[in-house]
């Protein structure tokens, strides 16, 4: 791993661009896929996940297949810079960026990338009202693709938070 401040170089730049073309190199094909293929595609790609135990092998499929699904159901296509920077997160590093950019967008390429493993994926946000806004909106991009959601608040006992966190996403 490198450290993001420090460490990022030019060779870093450009291997994130390289993926980010080879995203946009699938788009016109998983366009026109219907949102049953799109399913089949996801679960093709879990099997592979589960074989390989690899997940950057399917990062760029996985990248793509969650922008048609955002296209289609939320109306929002991710552009070039929030594949970046869903490639970042995936990396384990911090992506900068300023409000109306997009950061709960971009969150919904590496959540549905690490969401294949079927280990569950778990995104954290500052309070109960910002949780249950962006679960109800994007919850409807994740179950487009096959995949569960759950959601945690503070009031929930504790077999309805076993429950949620059951879910592919919480």
């Known amino acids: 791993m490198f450290n993001f401040l420090t460490n990022f170089n030019q060779d870093n730049l450009s291997r994130i661009k390289e993926q980010v073309q080879q995203i946009n190199n699938l788009?016109?094909?998983?366009?026109l896929l219907t949102e049953q293929e799109i399913k089949e595609k996801i679960n093709q790609l879990i099997k592979q996940y589960v074989k390989e135990q690899n997940l950057?092998?399917?990062?760029?499929?996985?990248?793509a297949l969650t922008r048609e699904a955002s296209k289609r159901v939320l109306g929002l296509r991710h552009f070039d810079?929030?594949?970046m920077g869903g490639i970042?997160?995936?990396?384990?590093?911090i992506a900068e960026m300023k409000t109306g950019e997009g950061k709960t967008l971009v969150a919904t390429l590496p959540v549905v990338l690490n969401a294949l493993t079927l280990k569950g994926v778990h995104i954290i946000t500052v309070n109960d009202y910002l949780a249950k806004r962006d679960k109800q909106l994007m919850s409807q991009l994740y179950t487009y693709l096959g995949l569960s959601?759950?959601?945690i608040q503070e009031?929930?006992?504790s077999n309805e938070r076993r429950k949620n966190?059951?879910?592919?996403?919480?």
């Open 149 to 151: 959601v759950g959601l």
């Open 165 to 170: 966190y059951l879910a592919d996403i919480t």
């Open 81 to 83: 810079t929030q594949l």
């Open 27 to 31: 788009e016109k094909e998983i366009s």
């Open 88 to 93: 970042v997160l995936h990396n384990g590093k």
């Open 155 to 157: 009031n929930m006992d």
């Open 56 to 63: 950057d092998n399917i990062l760029c499929q996985s990248f």
